[in-house]
T-cell receptor, first 114, second 114 residues
Framework: GESVGLHLPTLSVQEGDNSIINCAYSNSASDYFIWYKQESGKGPQFIIDIRSNMDKRQGQRVTVLLNKTVKHLSLQIAATQPGDSAVYFCAEIHMNSGYSTLTFGKGTMLLVSP | NAGVMQNPRHLVRRRGQEARLRCSPMKGHSHVYWYRQLPEEGLKFMVYLQKENIIDESGMPKERFSAEFPKEGPSILRIQQVVRGDSAAYFC????????????FGPGTRLTVL
């Protein structure tokens, strides 16, 4: 079946570095993607989203890039801070007869060292 | 302005017992989604409910699992005759409407089956 998955399970960076977290998806019909951050013991927290008719979207310190040709999504975090340490999930939005459900990838753990 | 609330946060059950997980959506939200997360996995969609209606239960096991969202009170995810494989974190999310793609997640209930 269709799925969303990630290339790297763990990413370790130094504080101040830029981080790039990648995600591959297989459902070319998806029209919407979201990046979530999940800290230990907490629920996923919305970071940024992007529609399939966009290539790039920027937020505060974060940028999401979408390459529909190769079905690849990435999250770039600028000047990574220790507080960014968490598991990051990409999620694919499925539209089902007027409502949407999320399909999550497996996740990448980001570890930021001071 | 309280977010999505879930209780209990931690639940321990012995095999064969019943587990009841509660979710109170954000104020003004009438759409509730339940997800299950196994260790080091992404969240998997289980069921989507609106007040008094199950809209999509395609991700929920056909046996032992049930969900409801009554007119008054929280949404309940019920697992009968729990088995060790039910041990997981169960997250609830809510949204204001189907047109709004942003789902806000609760802190989750961690179920441990002994």
């Amino acid at each position: 079946g269709e799925s969303v998955g990630l290339h790297l399970p763990t990413l370790s960076v130094q504080e101040g570095d830029n981080s790039i977290i990648n995600c591959a998806y297989s459902n070319s019909a998806s029209d919407y993607f979201i990046w979530y951050k999940q800290e230990s013991g907490k629920g996923p927290q919305f970071i940024i989203d992007i529609r399939s008719n966009m290539d790039k979207r920027q937020g505060q310190r974060v940028t999401v890039l979408l390459n529909k040709t190769v079905k690849h999504l990435s999250l770039q975090i600028a000047a990574t801070q220790p507080g960014d340490s968490a598991v990051y999930f990409c999620a694919e939005i499925h539209m089902n007869s007027g409502y949407s459900t999320l399909t999550f990838g497996k996740g990448t753990m980001l570890l930021v060292s001071p | 302005n309280a977010g999505v609330m879930q209780n209990p946060r931690h639940l321990v059950r012995r095999r064969g017992q019943e587990a009841r997980l509660r979710c109170s959506p954000m104020k003004g939200h009438s759409h509730v989604y339940w997800y299950r997360q196994l260790p080091e996995e992404g969240l998997k969609f289980m069921v989507y409910l609106q007040k008094e209606n199950i809209i999509d239960e395609s991700g929920m096991p056909k046996e032992r699992f049930s969900a409801e969202f009554p007119k008054e009170g929280p949404s309940i995810l019920r697992i009968q005759q729990v088995v060790r494989g039910d041990s997981a974190a169960y997250f609830c999310a809510s949204s204001r409407s189907t047109g709004n793609n942003e789902q806000f997640f609760g802190p989750g209930t961690r179920l441990t089956v002994l």
